[in-house]
Structure formats: structure tokens, C-alpha cells
């Protein structure tokens, strides 16, 4: 069964459909990973949006099963794909790998979501390129749609959980705020002694006992959470460790009084450069993000941590006095593979620190 989609300048590529077939719209973006598609696809900060794989050969080692470890799926980010549709160049319809559990085409069938393959997804990345993010649709039998920017929903609210969750066990109870998280940081701060009470985007956290504040990843313009950023500046009035990932970076950066801007391209895929600005150190980082903080905004507390060395783009930022930090990509991904893995030991190092004092 053969779809077209359609950009916003009126180009128009035709595809073979696989997994769900249906017309859907949304924000066109591409992430230049050569692997990691499971995580890619179930990563919520693809929520909206029509996903480009520029490496050209996709499905070749198939999908995980769903197996679960300290109550989250092991293989996957979330429990489900949020991206609107997924566009590959050269789809393997024979997968082989020793944790494969079906297709990547079958997968995206139970979920809902269409594939659509043999586009030449060079060519349209160079287009998205040149021009920038674009929107596009997906359009099957002919059923059309108008376009649609995601950006324009509140999307942390459609992917955040709707009651508080606790994870682990330990001895730091970490509250993190979940504005559409990746679950390997649930994983990595469990395996560092703690407890991690999980709550939806909207909560009022402020009345919680705990020893440090952690604010997720997730999809969308940052000002949309309001209620979250007023939280987040009463939060920043005491001295509790808080750390911020993507979108969380953005959040904290706009309760401190900065601000932030919709960046042409966006940042998604491994291999992104970015420097240490306190020690001048380059690390090899995964990222997946739409928006950034304006550097010239921050106030005289704020600094930046890392820059991306691509386009030298704030990529993190820390406070000069209290114990706050952040940054624009994934610790928790395998970017180098675990580059920046560290990054949570020096948070649980800022909560044993605040605790002894």
C-alpha cells in the first residue's frame, strides 16, 4: 500500500506504508542515530512529531520483548510509541538479533503508528536542512488533513503520568517531576542508592519531604507549563541539589527569570559535540530536542555549563552559588556510550553534601 507525504512548501514524496494505516500530521523532524530506534520511538519527546531516520537501514535487528525490570519495560523508554509517524529510506523486513521479539513493522502496527519507507530520506533531511523545521502529513486513500504544529498543544500534559509514582528503595528520596521522562533515568538514579518519587508535570512538589529535585526530558515549548515553571521558582529559593534534563534545563532556565527560543533544526541523534565550559573537557552526547535557553537572558547567577560545539548553543547551565545544575542533553542515553553518565554522580554527591550539612 503505497501514502504520500506532504510538506508545508507543497513538496510531495510517495512511500510504501507499513505498520498503521492511517492519515496523521504533525512536525516533520530527523535524527541522524545509526541505532536505537526502540528508544527513539518510545522516547516521549517525539510526541507530535514525524520522525526522519537519515541512516538509511532501519529494522534490520528487529524489536526487543516487553520484558520488566523494577516495574518499567527493560527495552524501552515508555510504555508506548508518541511519535506521530516514522519515515525510513531502506525498511529490513528480515530482522536478526539475539533479543529480537517481532518487526519493527509489526510493532508499529500494535501501536498505531504508520512506517513509511523507500523516501528518500537524504534528500529530505537536506530539504528540512535548507529550510528548517517543517510540517508535514502523512496522507493515506486519499483521506487529506489540514497541518498541524504540535507546538501549539501543551504536549508535557499529554504524555506526563496522572498520579505520583515511587521507584526504588534508597536512602535519597529524589522527586521527579515528569514532564514525558526517559525511563533510563528512573533507572539510573534507583541504581545510586535512591528513592524517586515520580509525579505528573502540574504538581505541587514544594510541600514534599525530600533531599533533591529532578525536572525530565520532555516534548514541546517549554512555556507551555506554566504551572511547572511556578513551582520550580519556589523551588529555586531554598538550597535543595536540583538537576534538570532537555526540557527540564528550559524549565529551570525560565523559572530563574531567563528565556528560551525555538531553534531551527533541533538537536536529535548521537554523535552531538559539546564542551565543558568549566574544564574545557568535549564529550559525545545524544540529544533530542526543538528548543534551547538564550544565553543572553541568563542573569548574573546563571552560567553555562556545556556548549554545543556544532552551533555553540547552550548546553546546560548551573547556578554559581547553590547546587543546581542542568543540561540539554541525555545523560542517560549512550551517546559516547556513557560520556556523561557522571553527571548524575555529581547530583547524588550535591544531595549527600546538602544532607551532612
Known sequence: MTAKLILDDGSTYEGKLLGAKKTVAGEIVFNTAMTGYPESLTDPSYKGQILVATYPIIGN????????ENDLLKNFESSKLHLTAFIVSDY?????????????????LENGVPLLTGIDTRSLTRKIRD?????????????????E??????????????????????NHKVVLVDCGLKNNIIRN??????????????????????????ISNGPGDPKKCEVTIKHLETAIQN???????????????????????KLPFGHRGHNQPVINTLDQKAYITSQNHGFAVD??????????????LNDNTIEG??????????????????????????????????IKEYKTK
Open 131 to 147: 529550510k528548517g523545521t517543517m510540517l508535514a502529513k502523512i496522507v493515506v486513500d486519499d483521506q487529506d488533513i489540514d497541518f
Open 149 to 170: 504544529d504540535p507546538n501549539e498543544r501543551n504536549l508535557v500534559a499529554e504524555v506526563s503520568i496522572p498520579q505520583p509514582e515511587t521507584h526504588g528503595d534508597g
Open 317 to 350: 547551565i548551573y547556578h554559581n552559588e547553590k547546587p543546581f545544575i542542568a543540561t540539554q542533553f541525555h545523560p542517560e542515553a549512550s551517546g559516547g556510550p556513557t560520556d556523561t553518565e557522571f553527571l548524575f554522580d555529581v547530583f547524588i554527591d550535591k
Open 239 to 261: 538550597d535543595k541539589p536540583i538537576f534538570g534534563i532537555c526540557l527540564g534545563s528550559q524549565l529551570l532556565a525560565l523559572a530563574s527569570g531567563s528565556d528560551t527560543y
Open 61 to 68: 535487528y528487529g524489536v526487543p520483548d516487553n520484558l520488566i
Open 295 to 308: 544565553e543572553t537572558t541568563l542573569n548574573a547567577q546563571w552560567k553555562p555549563l556545556f556548549l554545543n
Open 189 to 214: 538514579l534507583i541504581s545510586r542508592d535512591t528513592t524517586v518519587l515520580r509525579v505528573p508535570w502540574d504538581y505541587d512538589f514544594n510541600h514534599l519531604e525530600f533531599d533533591g529535585l529532578f
Open 92 to 108: 529490513s523486513a528480515d530482522f536478526s538479533h539475539w533479543n529480537a521479539a517481532r518487526s519493527l513493522s509489526d510493532w508499529m
